[in-house]
């Protein structure tokens, strides 16, 4: 397939390897303290898994998982907001698959559904406001999640709802932000991350001015990369060479998709429906300040929490979880207790084993043979 097969030809790879272990011997770290390499991105944790590219680096670089999975990251306490917003008879509640296996205390949205409730999977927020404009009897609610990347589909879905007069449509926000997320990591004082691969998908939208704080502010170099194994590769070369030179930079590898500038329509449309809330709870890593957003006093209206009123949920994750660990990168997946036991793909425990850009869920698939390692 054109655009793909280029992108993973193993003799390219191959070469690309090579250039790296070359390079590699020029880096001050080793074996025993290795460059450790950050990919932000649920999809490029996979495709490393995937294509098995961190068992090709060189001894002396190692990538660690990012907290980039939107779902990964979901409170226990909003899923159990949705379910019980979903199992009320009026509603039809809208969700992306791969939210509804998400456990909360109280269950996930697919044990509602076996329950009764009406809640339903679809590809994109204007199959919510299909259904809305189809069922004006019923109060059709949107699950909105996700980062930068999903947020101006949602902003121009609630602008067509404004424009078309659709008031049976609410959505839920889970809407995070990524970048005081990024800030948030590198303030703690263990963070142990010496560079970042920043996902491409976000990029598209904010560009990669947003990231200058970490070059400037704590010296990490940053490159925006692709997900298939060349744009990997690259990725880490690029980073290789900043440090070999002693310079932070955020550097663009994916030029083919991401502009430097991002896509400002998209910023606008996010701008008019969004603003930026205090803070915002991520599971495993606490509240996080200036990551959350609500929406503009223009678009309160369809605001589902205001609307329903649901009561308020609090649920804490096990403590034996070490999800928070997996998602700052101090831990491998493997290293926790629960997994591939109490927690597996068909009973998962916690998010990072539901969503398809887990990184449990990555780890589980393809390198299930070092569960007991």
């Not at 009897?137 to 879905?157: C, D, H, N, S």
């Not at 449509?169 to 948030?184: A, K």
């Not at 590198?186 to 996902?199: C, K, T």
Request: hydrophobic share 40%.
């Amino acid at each position: 397939m054109r655009f793909v097969d280029e992108y993973r030809a193993p003799e390219q790879v191959m070469q690309l390897i090579e250039r790296l272990r070359d390079r590699a011997r020029l880096l001050s770290y080793t074996a025993s303290r290795p460059l450790r390499i950050m990919e932000v991105c649920g999809g490029h944790t996979h495709a490393i898994f995937k294509f098995g590219l961190d068992q090709l680096l060189p001894e002396n670089i190692e990538f660690i998982h990012g907290p980039g999975c939107p779902v990964c990251v979901l409170p226990m306490g909003r899923i159990d907001t949705c379910v019980e917003i979903a199992s009320r008879p009026e509603v039809i509640f809208c969700t992306f698959g791969d939210a509804i296996r998400v456990p909360g205390k109280n269950g996930s949205l697919l044990q509602a559904k076996a329950r009764g409730a009406d809640i339903r999977i679809v590809y994109s927020p204007m199959d919510a406001l299909t259904l809305a404009a189809e069922n004006p009897q019923r109060k059709v609610v949107f699950f909105g999640l996700g980062f930068e990347t999903t947020m101006p589909a949602t902003a121009i879905t609630l602008q067509q709802a404004k424009a078309r007069g659709i008031h049976n449509f609410y959505f839920f926000c889970q809407h995070i932000t990524l970048i005081p997320t990024l800030r948030s990591l590198l303030e703690a004082p263990d963070n142990g991350i010496d560079a970042f691969l920043a996902p491409g998908h976000v990029s598209m939208v904010i560009g990669i001015e947003a990231y200058g704080f970490i070059a400037s502010d704590f010296q990490r170099p940053l490159v925006v990369a692709g997900f298939e194994p060349l744009d990997l590769l690259q990725g880490v070369l690029m980073l290789v060479e900043q440090k070999i030179a002693a310079r932070s930079l955020v550097e663009n590898q994916y030029r083919r998709v991401v502009p430097d500038g991002g896509n400002a329509l998209a910023r606008q449309a996010m701008a008019e429906v969004f603003c930026v809330e205090g803070k915002s709870e991520w599971r495993g890593l606490g509240m996080i300040e200036h990551s959350g957003v609500q929406l503009t006093p223009a678009y309160q209206s369809f605001d589902a929490q205001a609307h329903f009123r649901p009561a308020p949920q609090q649920a804490y994750d096990d403590p034996r979880a070490r999800c928070g660990d997996v998602l700052t990168g101090k831990c491998k997946p493997h290293q926790c207790p629960l997994f591939g036991k109490t927690c597996d793909p068909q009973s998962a425990f916690g998010a990072l084993m539901v969503s398809s850009e887990g990184a449990c869920a990555a780890w589980y698939h393809y390198r299930s043979q070092e569960c007991e390692a």
